[in-house]
């Protein structure tokens, strides 16, 4: 075999450079895995920031009809059942680690799925009608000073934004929230598989 | 920087190499080999805690790699690999030097091999013991010493074609 060593000795003598430090590799890695959880936690924080927003309303300013405090009460409320589902959510996907229970990780991966498949479905509804009512009773006093233009233009974007975010924005996110998770799942199910085949 | 994360990092220190010259050997193509490194090390950061020293710790890492090529390969989206190797080494050919010529044209014969043949060659060449390429690849240690033979015949007749064109 002296022809096979002159291979050997070329393959050893080629020199390759690995082009990724090990900080840029550990640092990818741990993005990889924590994207979904940093994602959901914003999402929680900008509920968090609303409930205190509408909260600081009632706390600090005086109406004139009940049908304020009531529309203001009302969103509060479903402010705070949304972030709690949020939370519920969240400590889910953040309660196991993929590296100590890969197995209950998947289970938890997929239920949290289900769960925020639901809760911008049939919840997210409710949630809707919740909001629309409270500011219906928020808009009655707030409105009234105004001029009638003015009145039907506010009307009108929150109207429209209200259709906007539950039809194409509720959409767009549900479908690429559905194929990144989906990509998640499928990826850590290899790997497991790949792991138990060792 | 907690203990996990320094022991990753002796860990891709230490292996990183082996493994790009491994996955190098396998598309001859220094991205591919690239993303197949990262792929690899992302599952080792992944799986670190459950690795419990049954084996080498090398070893465990190069079972990883190996299957992460095997699959890389089978994707049903990748191009043809032997088409892209020879792409890849042919463009470069006219570039290179005597010896970075013969370092081509022995990726190019490596990339004529059977997938499982070209796997186990590179770690052949990288002189790891042949029990632990026999656990790695899941072939007998018996059944190994007779294959391993049998492609170092191929892979020499292989560069020597090459060598003659």
Redesign the interface.
Known sequence: ?Q??EH??S?????S?E???S??E??A???K??NSIRIKSLFNIAGMVVSFIAFSSLLAFFDFNSWTTPLGIGIIILAVAIYTLILYKDHRLISRN????H?GDFLQELKAYQLRHFNLHNRLYWFYAVAISLGFILYFYEMLNNLDTWIQVLIILFTVFWMIFCATILRKAYMKREKERIDLLIERFK??SE??Q?? | MDQKDILFKQIFDTNSKKIFHLCYGYTGDTDAANDLLQETFLKVWQNLDKFRNKSLISTWIYRIAVNTCLTYLRSEKRQAKDELTDNIIENRVEELSEKNEQVALLYKSISKLEENDRLIITMVLDELPYNEIADISGISEGNLRVKIHRIKQKLTELYNQHARI
Do not use: C, G, N, Y
Request: hydrophobic letters at 45%; glycine letters at 0%.
């Open positions: 075999m022809e096979f291979i050997q070329l393959w050893q003598s080629h390759v690995v082009k990724i090990s900080e590799m550990l990818q890695a741990k990889e895995v680690d993929f590296t100590v890969p290899r790997i790949q792991l085949e060792h």
